[in-house]
């Protein structure tokens, strides 16, 4: 069982910068590969970015490429996810995931969860 943490959200002023982190409990974490997604009210759940165990990244093509970074440290069972450039339409309750196997950018390739914290980018 993997227990994933949230912290780091909050408010922000479009155009503001953020730094979510993850910690993970996993014994193995550099063995899972880790994802953040989103979910505003009234949208579906987006994927965002993902990294591999080896430090691969992926990335939202839309709404995250050139704006967030994800990065992971294996020593501290943390993955991060540092956001820029911050939007109102970023808004939502952003999780972490964590699994591995799988397409990175599919919800239903993660197997553990965190409860998921707020990020409320105001204009």
């Known amino acids: 069982q993997v227990q994933l943490v949230e912290s780091g959200g909050g408010l922000v002023q479009a155009g503001g910068s953020l730094r979510l982190s993850c910690a993970a409990s996993?014994?193995?974490?550099?063995?899972?590969?880790m994802g953040w997604f989103r979910h505003a009210p009234g949208k579906e759940r987006e994927f965002v970015a993902a990294i591999t165990g080896s430090g691969g990244t992926f990335y939202n093509a839309d709404s995250a490429k050139g704006r967030f970074t994800i990065a992971r440290d294996n020593t501290k069972n943390t993955v991060f996810l540092h956001m820029n450039n911050l939007k109102p339409e970023d808004t939502a309750v952003y999780y972490c995931?964590?699994?591995?196997?799988?397409?990175?950018?599919?919800?239903?390739?993660?197997?553990?969860w965190g409860q998921g914290i707020q990020v409320t980018v105001s204009s």
């Open positions: 996993a014994r193995t974490f550099s063995s899972y590969y």
């Open positions: 995931a964590a699994g591995w196997d799988g397409r990175l950018s599919f919800a239903t390739s993660y197997d553990y």
